[in-house]
């Protein structure tokens, strides 16, 4: 389990994104989750009669952390009090679950179980919430099996999840689903300005965030996102054919992605040293570093992957616009196509160099 120190900020979903005006929103738990209305909607009708496991699906950075800590305050909040603890993640009735590596192993499914089959401190329900259920390993979705199928009277599990990869079917085919779709570009955008980022490149933010809130409060920060997006929409125009080309390409491409991490490096140094400010107070928290450690590591991966994304729908976006031109449409639908199936292979963690490489040097030569 997640513990989390007081004043903790717990990510939604992905890299950059808090949970901003916790003590404004107490009385209406809903009003963090933004750009997902009819989710609002739902969770709330659902909370008055609440059955044992729902599973949230969608994109990163869509608010189902978020929803589930709302969802939490709901079904234990009783008063202010507990209302505030539940929807910052530290109410003694909410237990919250992340995977430490890669993918959820059986032993953390185990302390999933372990925690459900525990009675409620404070009142008749607790809430267990499983983030990035996605990447459970085939054993650990079986020994969730049991627990959903017949899960304790006093708990409510909450699994939250990218998408429903097909060995977990049997879990989720045994959950209310609850779908979220990328939130609008509309919708971002008022965000964004209600929080005063400036006008002043909020296109390039939008475009790149890709209905990802999380990510489009961490590009606010980020100096040089019009730069990266320059650079990649520019790729094309330098394509010679030539591997030393794409060699100095990628080497440039990749450069700006170690200096888009600097936003996020920022943001984990903070909570780093607030960590470590608690620990001179209360003594070393070792599991707790360990538990920030790694969630570190995998903010720092996902948001390479983000990065390359945003990169990868800039070229096609460019051989887009020539597809119209009748004498290079062919390329430019061999060229969309080649993007789309590097853009799948991300999935699989490859070589980010060979990766590139391989692309541009498929693409064609301007």
Known sequence: MSDLLPGDERQSDSPGEALPGID???????????????????????????????LFCGPRGTGKRTAAMAFAASLIGV?????????????????????????????????I???????????????????????????????LL???????????IVLLS?????DHNTVASRCIIVEFDPVPDDDVRRILEREGVSLEGLDDIVAAAAGDVSRAR?????????ARRQAWAGAPARLDGTGATVSALVDELRALIDEAQAPLTARQQAESDDLTRVEADVGPQG??????????????????????????????????????DERHLQEALAAISRI???????????????????????????
């Not at 009090?81 to 910052?88: C, G, K, N």
């Not at 800039?314 to 020539?322: M, P």
Request: net charge negative; proline share 8%; charged share 30%.
């Open 79 to 111: 008063d202010s009090r507990s209302r505030r603890l539940a929807l910052s993640g530290r109410h003694p009735d909410l237990s919250i679950h992340e995977p430490e590596g890669r993918t959820l192993r059986v032993a953390e499914a185990d302390e």
């Open 287 to 324: 599991r707790l570093r360990r538990e920030m450690d790694a969630r570190h590591r995998r903010e720092q991966r996902l948001l390479r992957v983000d990065e390359l994304r945003f990169g990868m729908a800039t070229l096609a976006a460019f051989y887009r616009q020539q597809i119209p």
């Open 113 to 143: 179980i372990f925690e459900a089959s525990r009675s409620p401190v404070e009142g008749n329900l607790k809430v267990i919430v499983c983030d990035r259920f996605h990447t459970a390993e085939p054993e650990a979705v079986a020994s």
């Open 218 to 226: 961490l590009l606010a920060t980020d100096v040089s996102l019009s």
């Open 162 to 166: 990218e998408e429903i990869p097909p």
């Open 146 to 156: 049991k627990t959903i199928e017949e899960p304790p009277p006093t708990a409510v």
């Open 340 to 366: 789309r199936d590097a853009h799948a292979c991300l999935v699989r963690n490859p070589n980010e160099p060979l990766l590139l490489q391989s692309l541009f040097l498929s693409l064609p030569r301007q």
């Open 24 to 54: 404004d929103a107490v009385d209406d738990v809903w009003a963090q989750l933004e750009g997902q209305p009819r989710v609002a909607q739902l969770l709330a009708s659902a909370a008055a009669q609440p059955v044992h496991a729902y």
